[in-house]
């Protein structure tokens, strides 16, 4: 594709079609005793970086490889870091290094592609395609996951930046305002009941009444439970500080029915959280609930709490939030207690004589 030298910009070339179209800024650099450095960028100003950069390094004698950028592909970056994060040397969620693997099968093509030549254009095609096959949300969590990746090995190739800090994350509007309704948590706790697996019961039925995150369940010991305090503390909770998970009586009574309290040690709800998963999955198919995830046990929970008339203060110290905004997505009033409350202040304001509403 024919260049043309960009007057003011010292190594930077205009990329221009057969038809005049401008397609980049090419930077050559070429020096004796160093390496040739030729790359496109999308912007002026990232070509403009690039040549500081290079003449930089080669004043100062560094003989820095600028093109190895060129020779490591997209996969390659990956599969580092999915070895880095099964050996410990990375920090990753469960499961992070598996999504990893799965995304490398997903977009082989992709893959191949040199990290120097992957440009926030593809990362923008990528993420269209993928929000034409899954949610948003799931758009969003596959960028979490990529981008501190991405970034690393920005570092690691002496580029520029990561292309992908350039692409917006998709705006996630997937909040589920569900309520457990009677008749559904009778089926439920029905199937759990007859689940094969014991723990599936007590460990439902303390989530319902505590509003505990299962990770948080999971994490429980009998060393930190009290009973005459009604309260287990929770060492590593999820906001980076313990907490004490406060205990209803029928919350209590689940604890006090669990085989190990005897000993005092070892966890509460012994079960690992594939286990429970498994069996909640199979109860809640049986039990005709398939909308119904263990997670909407907690907003049940903190609900249950405000429907009491509880001041979001004291809802806090229940649920464990420390910001209030957090807090109030747990808040799911019901439509017919509404209704009644508004109700009731119109015949508590017509017994007194005051206005009545008009119709």
Same mark, same amino acid.
């Given at each position: 594709?024919?260049?043309?030298?960009?007057?003011?910009?010292?190594? /930077?070339?205009?990329?221009?079609?057969?038809?005049?179209?401008?397609?980049?800024? %090419?930077?050559? @650099?070429?020096?004796?005793?160093?390496?040739?450095?030729?790359?496109?960028?999308?912007?002026?100003?990232? *070509?403009?970086? *690039?040549?500081?950069?290079?003449?930089?390094?080669?004043? $100062?004698?560094?003989? +820095?490889?600028?093109? *190895?950028?060129?020779?490591?592909?997209?996969?390659?970056?990956?599969?580092?870091?999915?070895?880095?994060?099964?050996?410990?040397? !990375?920090?990753?969620?469960?499961? &992070?290094?598996?999504?990893?693997? /799965?995304?490398?099968?997903?977009?082989?093509?992709?893959?191949?592609?040199?990290?120097?030549? @992957?440009?926030?254009?593809?990362?923008?095609?990528?993420?269209?395609?993928?929000?034409?096959?899954?949610?948003?949300?799931?758009?969003?969590?596959?960028?979490?996951?990529?981008?501190?990746?991405?970034? %690393?090995?920005?570092?690691?190739?002496?580029?520029?930046?990561?292309?992908?800090?350039?692409?917006?994350?998709?705006?996630?509007?997937?909040?589920?305002?569900?309520?457990?309704?009677?008749?559904?948590?009778?089926?439920?706790?029905?199937?759990?009941?007859?689940?094969?697996?014991?723990?599936?019961?007590?460990?439902?039925?303390? *989530?319902?009444?505590?509003?505990?995150?299962?990770?948080?369940?999971?994490?429980?010991?009998?060393?930190?439970?009290?009973?005459?305090?009604?309260?287990?503390?929770?060492?590593?909770?999820?906001?980076?500080?313990?907490?004490?998970?406060?205990?209803?009586?029928?919350?209590?009574?689940?604890?006090?029915?669990?085989?190990? +309290? %005897?000993?005092?040690?070892?966890?509460?709800?012994?079960?690992?959280?594939?286990?429970?998963?498994?069996? #909640?999955?199979?109860?809640?198919?049986?039990?005709? /609930?398939?909308?119904?995830?263990? $997670?909407?046990? +907690?907003?049940?929970?903190?609900?249950?709490?405000? &429907?009491?008339?509880?001041?979001?203060?004291? /809802?806090?110290? #229940?649920?464990?939030?420390?910001?209030?905004?957090?807090?109030?997505?747990?808040?799911?009033?019901?439509?017919?207690?509404?209704?009644? !409350?508004?109700?009731?202040?119109?015949?508590?304001? %017509?017994?007194?004589?005051?206005? +009545?509403?008009?119709?």
């Amino acid at each position: 594709m024919p260049t043309k030298r960009l007057n003011n910009h010292p190594h /930077v070339y205009e990329r221009i079609t057969a038809d005049g179209r401008l397609t980049g800024y %090419q930077v050559k @650099i070429r020096k004796k005793g160093f390496p040739d450095f030729t790359k496109t960028f999308d912007r002026l100003a990232d *070509a403009d970086a *690039a040549v500081v950069q290079v003449l930089n390094d080669r004043n $100062h004698g560094s003989r +820095r490889d600028h093109r *190895a950028p060129e020779r490591i592909t997209l996969g390659e970056v990956l599969e580092k870091a999915i070895l880095e994060i099964r050996r410990g040397e !990375r920090k990753g969620k469960d499961g &992070d290094a598996a999504r990893l693997s /799965v995304f490398i099968k997903r977009h082989p093509p992709f893959c191949q592609m040199s990290m120097a030549h @992957i440009t926030r254009h593809d990362w923008e095609d990528w993420k269209a395609l993928r929000l034409e096959e899954v949610k948003s949300s799931t758009v969003r969590r596959e960028m979490n996951l990529l981008m501190p990746v991405m970034k %690393q090995a920005a570092i690691d190739l002496d580029m520029l930046g990561s292309p992908l800090d350039q692409v917006s994350r998709p705006k996630v509007r997937d909040e589920r305002i569900i309520r457990l309704e009677p008749d559904e948590e009778l089926r439920l706790f029905l199937e759990f009941g007859r689940a094969r697996n014991e723990l599936l019961l007590p460990a439902a039925r303390f *989530a319902l009444e505590t509003g505990c995150r299962r990770s948080e369940l999971l994490r429980l010991g009998w060393a930190d439970y009290s009973h005459n305090g009604g309260t287990i503390y929770l060492r590593d909770a999820k906001n980076g500080r313990g907490r004490d998970i406060l205990l209803t009586s029928a919350a209590q009574a689940v604890v006090e029915s669990l085989p190990g +309290r %005897q000993k005092m040690k070892g966890l509460i709800f012994p079960i690992s959280a594939e286990a429970l998963k498994n069996a #909640f999955e199979r109860a809640r198919l049986r039990a005709d /609930v398939e909308h119904w995830r263990w $997670h909407d046990f +907690r907003h049940e929970a903190i609900s249950r709490c405000f &429907d009491h008339g509880w001041t979001a203060e004291q /809802v806090m110290d #229940f649920s464990g939030h420390v910001d209030i905004k957090s807090l109030l997505r747990y808040r799911h009033p019901r439509v017919a207690d509404a209704v009644a !409350r508004l109700r009731r202040m119109e015949s508590e304001r %017509q017994a007194a004589g005051g206005l +009545r509403i008009a119709g």
